[in-house]
């Protein structure tokens, strides 16, 4: 499985923002997905994951109510739309993929991920 994450930027806090992860080599409908994101001197943070089939989500409490995933399965992406961004979401940002059937926002439980993209808010 490949994944490649795009739609990284610089924006100002407060404006919006929205990633795009494509997969490949396997049917997307297949794997729960998930966003992680790390900046400089941190470990990496789970941000929000999603179901299979996109009934379910789940999200980290510093992102609960701004961010959003959704996922196309006939496009074999998945998105995450940032809304009233921080300089504290400034942080490269990786999606991933689990092989498992349900929800995780452990790192150690995905096993694919993407190459990361850049998420730079100022203030």
């Known amino acids: 499985v490949q994944l490649q994450a795009s739609g990284g930027g610089l924006v100002q806090a407060g404006d919006s923002l929205r990633l795009a992860c494509a997969a490949s080599?396997?049917?997307?409908?297949?794997?729960?997905m998930g966003w992680f994101r790390q900046s400089p001197g941190k470990e990496r943070e789970f941000v929000g994951s999603?179901?299979?089939?996109?009934?379910?989500?789940g999200y980290a409490d510093s992102v609960k109510g701004r961010f959003t995933i959704s996922r196309d399965n006939a496009k074999n992406t998945v998105y995450l739309q940032m809304n009233s961004l921080k300089p504290d979401d400034t942080a490269v940002y990786y999606c991933?993929?689990?092989?498992?059937?349900?929800?995780?926002?452990?790192?150690?439980?995905?096993?694919?991920w993407g190459q990361g993209t850049q998420v730079t808010v100022s203030s």
């Open positions: 999603i179901s299979r089939s996109g009934a379910s989500t």
């Open positions: 080599g396997r049917t997307a409908s297949t794997l729960v």
């Open positions: 991933a993929a689990a092989l498992s059937i349900r929800l995780s926002a452990k790192a150690n439980e995905y096993n694919y």
